[in-house]
């Protein structure tokens, strides 16, 4: 007779619940790792099956099939990134516009290079993936900018940004980020030097632009 711990099909109560969790949970970072590698096409539930140590049979308890799996690991993504971005974000709440937007960029790196690396590929070229997934990335993207438009939103009304159009400097600054996780990685860069550079050089993109100093016109014509 199998037990209710053992069994992933049955009702789960307590500790069983507490290990369908668990096995959920590692399931689910391990479909995540291997879309971040391989993308849609490449990410099977053979290969999900295999890492985990668990029978293709017994993954279907957990989930119907490869897209509610896919479905899962990218909502997973999403709510620990922008969990992480918001914890930082009310943690700066006394601070200038100018100094939780560099937090913020600061963050987004630490994600991209060290917590999830690749990851900025699956947002930002989405190639081949089924339309049923269409809307809820575009959903996840919208959250996740929100957290920065807010800053930036407040920082143009406080006169410390000065930024046009806040959604074509967004576009750009995830550009610069999305593509600093290709070179950018912390064994490669002692004292985190490059990461400050592209977290500045993001900035740039709302900063206000120092006035042109004016000539010295008070001994014009001297001499």
């Not at 937007?101 to 930002?124: D, M």
């Not at 400050?196 to 120092?210: N, P, Q, S």
């Amino acid at each position: 007779m199998t037990s209710t711990i053992d069994d992933p099909s049955a009702p789960p109560t307590g500790r069983a619940a507490r290990r369908r969790d668990r096995r959920k949970a590692e399931i689910v970072a391990v479909a995540l790792q291997i879309l971040s590698s391989s993308g849609y096409q490449g990410m099977s539930l053979e290969d999900v099956a295999e890492r985990t140590d668990i029978a293709k049979a017994t993954l279907y308890h957990y989930f119907p099939g490869k897209d509610a799996l896919v479905a899962s690991a990218l909502e997973a993504l999403t709510t620990d990134v922008l969990g992480r971005l918001r914890h930082e974000l009310d943690a700066a709440a006394d601070r200038s516009a100018t100094e939780q937007l560099t937090i913020l960029v600061g963050e987004q790196l630490h994600v991209l290079t060290e917590l999830y690396p690749e990851v900025g590929k699956l947002f930002s070229f989405p190639m081949s993936w089924p339309a049923e997934h269409g809307e809820s990335m575009k959903s996840m993207r919208r959250r996740h900018d929100d957290i920065f438009r807010e800053v930036i939103e407040r920082g143009v009304a406080d006169g410390e940004f000065d930024c046009p159009d806040p959604a074509v400097a967004l576009h750009c600054l995830h550009g610069v980020l999305n593509h600093a996780s290709i070179w950018l990685r912390p064994d490669t860069d002692p004292g985190n030097r490059r990461r400050a550079a592209v977290v500045d050089e993001g900035l740039r993109l709302f900063r206000r632009a120092a006035p042109d100093a004016k000539p010295d016109v008070a001994g014009a014509g001297a001499g």
